[in-house]
């Protein structure tokens, strides 16, 4: 793992869900449950 | 002398739904961090991207990391987060791209007299009346727009530049030698730079780069 993606890792991980939710206006359980709800999408349409 | 590992890569199909799920939650935060301060206007905003810039971005990643055609490699040893992050970031330059494009004159202003067709000699239009323009350029204010657009991202680079030395500074603290080496790395572009201006070998460089990851590894559970 290069230098960059540490410092990377380490930014996300230094992120609050306070301070998810101040930047984008949504708790980051509703920002999974959405993620998610697309991910269930894009299974069933990949297995029609 | 030690000789170079070939990288190892997985195959994307390996990944978990679990690892999925974790990498998408880290790419959420990466990008609050990333973003925070520029998604209400300009090229990582809603009106522009189609959706909001904490969901499109990490849509379109797990669309091309379950892609057969995807050209991203996952190497062995490393979270799928790291590759998620990668892919993002690379998106994220290409919007900007685009975002900047789009806002170059499709028309190009010549000065030039035209005679009417048929017309007397005083039937010259004005050679100042510009009479097809880009609504900006008529405005005159498209070169200030453009050049706002990249002052702020030169803004937006050096703001992250900041962030990443914060975090490794605070991360060394107390270590003279990779205080310096952390200075270094932000200061020179490449281990020769470093080597020199530390006064060590390029070995050396890489051991203490290698010593810096390690601290992060440590650092980074919350």
């Known amino acids: 793992m290069s230098l960059l993606e540490k410092i990377d890792e380490l930014r996300a991980n230094s992120v609050t869900p306070e301070r998810f939710e101040s930047v984008f206006g949504v708790s980051i359980e509703e920002q999974?449950?959405?993620?998610?709800?697309?991910?269930?999408?894009?299974?069933?349409?990949?297995?029609? | 002398m030690r000789k170079k590992q070939k990288q190892k890569y997985k195959p994307l199909s390996d990944a978990t739904p679990e690892e999925m799920q974790e990498a998408m939650q880290v790419a959420s935060y990466w990008l609050a961090d990333e973003l925070e301060g520029h998604t209400e206007s300009g090229a990582f905003s809603e009106a522009f991207l189609g959706d909001e810039a904490r969901l499109i971005f990490i849509k379109k990643a797990y669309n091309t990391l379950k892609s057969p055609d995807c050209n991203w490699k996952w190497k062995e040893?490393?979270?799928?987060?790291?590759l998620m992050i990668n892919v993002i970031?690379?998106?994220?330059?290409h919007e900007l791209r685009r975002y900047i494009d789009q806002g170059k004159p499709k028309v190009v202003v010549t000065s030039s007299m035209k005679r009417k067709k048929g017309g007397a000699d005083d039937e010259w239009d004005d050679a100042n009346d510009v009479l097809e323009v880009d609504p900006d350029l008529k405005r005159n204010d498209f070169d200030v727009q453009t050049?706002?657009?990249?002052?702020?991202?030169?803004e937006r680079e050096e703001s992250l530049r900041e962030k990443g030395l914060k975090v490794a500074r605070a991360a060394v603290k107390g270590d003279a030698m990779m205080e310096k080496f952390v200075e270094a790395v932000f200061e020179l572009p490449d281990y020769r730079s470093i080597s020199k201006k530390l006064k060590i070998t390029q070995t050396d460089v890489k051991e203490l780069e290698a010593r810096l990851i390690a601290i992060f590894a440590v650092k980074k559970k919350r």
């Open chain 2, 77 to 82: 040893g490393t979270k799928l987060s790291t």
């Open chain 2, 147 to 154: 050049e706002m657009e990249m002052l702020e991202e030169l």
């Open chain 1, 32 to 48: 999974m449950s959405q993620l998610m709800a697309f991910v269930r999408e894009q299974e069933e349409a990949a297995s029609k």
């Open chain 2, 89 to 93: 970031r690379s998106d994220m330059a």
